[in-house]
């Protein structure tokens, strides 16, 4: 009877912290598994790149905007007619918007990269994740007149979570080349971003720079050697919009002769 009593307790207690756990997860991320590469990208829900016929190359700027780099990147660009997606976040966007106003006014494009640059770990409350987005989507509008269509977790960290909640605000998951991971970010010197990119360049990539980086300047360095490089093999740097435009699987439709 006692033994009994005991085993009833100990169920009662263990359905409560079940519930109790339940209930703390349901307010965290649903679904904090990932897919594969080819799941995601056959779905065109993440983009690492865009295979195609053309020479084309869209360079990506993240966590800007930076009032010492980002005008330098921007000279830099107009001189070689280079045109970028800035990935901005949207707490230094508030801060900076005459530079993001600058990045949409010489025809760059601006996209989401979160609003704190908030890493999602699986653990992360959907109301946060939910923060993120639509408080730099909103800031973005505000500041261009255009609502962004593309989204970089920061880190590249995303789950299925991410992914649906990124979709349902009209998103799509943009990441990068893995051969274009420039690492521009722990300046590792300008001799290394200038051959990874250059040595591994080729139709349709996604490259991955930070114009704001603590601290450093290697980015806009390299970028004097990249980008008269890359113009001089006949590569013409685009938007991620342009660059998606031409996929292989989304071929641009030319006019046929008559
Ligand atoms: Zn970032």
Redesign the pocket.
Known sequence: MNEGGTNVKRWLCLTAIALAVLLMASSFTEYPYSNSRKHYESRGEIVWEVPMDEKLIALTF??GPDPKTTDRILDLLAEYDAKATF?V?GRRAERFPEIVRREVSEGHEIAN?TYN?LYFNGRNRLQDIADEMDRTGEKLAEISGQKPRWF?P??GFYNETVIRMAKERGYTVILWSWHQDTRD?VSPGVGHIVRKVLNNARNGDIVLL?DHVAGSTQTVQALEQILPELKRRGYRMVTVSELMKHGKSNPVKLDKPH
């Open positions: 993240d966590d990935f976040i990269h640059h970089r920061p880190g970010w930070h």
